[in-house]
C-alpha cells in the first residue's frame, strides 16, 4: 500500500466513525521541488516541508489537538518530519509519527476517547 491510499483509508475512517471531528490532511507526498508551476506556486505561499500529514483539531484532556505524520510499515520519516513532530509536541500537541492502518487508528480511537 502507498502512502497515500493509507492516509485515504485513514480519513475514511474518521468520517465514519467520528462525523464530529475537526480534521484536516495536508499536502503530505507532494514532492517539494521546483521543477512543475504547481510546486512553484505552493512553495510560494511558504508550504513548510516536513508538516504532519493529518492535523486533528480535538483537543482531549492532555492536548491541544493531534497531528500524525502518516507512513506506511516500511516508511521512514524525514528529518523535516521529526523536526515537526518535536517542535508541535513543545507547544503541547500530541505529534506522532504512526506506521500502518492498524497502528494510526489504534492512536486516534486512543486519543479522541479522553476528549474533554
Known sequence: MKEYQLQNSIVKYIDLKYKDV?????????YLGKSSYGQKRLL???YKK????????EP??????????????????TKYQKEWISSLKE???YSIIG?????IKNII???L????
Open 22 to 30: 475537526l480534521y484536516t490532511c495536508t499536502m503530505g507526498g507532494v
Open 44 to 46: 510560494k505561499t511558504n
Open 50 to 57: 516536513g508538516v504532519p500529514d493529518l492535523l486533528i483539531f
Open 60 to 77: 482531549n484532556k492532555d492536548y491541544k489537538g493531534l497531528m500524525i505524520e502518516i507512513k506506511t510499515l516500511k516508511g521512514r520519516a
Open 91 to 93: 507547544r503541547g500537541y
Open 99 to 103: 506506521y500502518g492502518f492498524d497502528e
Open 109 to 111: 480511537d486512543e486519543y
Open 113 to 116: 476517547r479522553r476528549r474533554k
